[in-house]
């Protein structure tokens, strides 16, 4: 069973910067889209970005994060800069294809000074 493993996540002051990562532990074929939601407590999941035949972002991160990916090696990141303390959320990141949704564990991210 192939799995999404992320990476990146952390305890950060406003304005800082994260990174995350998310790699699948194995091949998956046919990814259509890559991408990116998070979910604060007792708030609704949040599509932050997606990147496939073109890339969106929701309107609170743009100018602020960045999605790439490397379809080579089946991982898609996410740049984060300019943090806000409303960014502080679980990201959850997932990738869709032809036959099926993946979607990683979540990792926190917690803007705070």
């Known amino acids: 069973q192939v799995q999404l493993v992320e990476s990146g996540g952390g305890l950060v002051q406003p304005g800082g910067s994260l990174r995350l990562s998310c790699a699948a532990s194995g091949i998956i074929f046919n990814i259509v889209t890559m991408g990116w939601y998070r979910q604060a407590p007792g708030k609704q999941r949040e599509l932050v970005a997606t990147s496939g035949g073109s890339t969106m972002y929701a309107d609170s991160v743009k100018g602020r994060f960045t999605i790439s990916r490397d379809n080579a090696k089946n991982t898609v990141y996410l740049q984060m800069n300019g943090l806000k303390p409303e960014d502080t959320a679980v990201y959850l990141c997932?990738?869709?294809?032809?036959?099926?949704?993946?979607w990683g564990q979540g990792t926190q991210v917690t803007v705070s000074s």
């Open positions: 997932y990738f869709h294809s032809y036959y099926r949704d993946y």
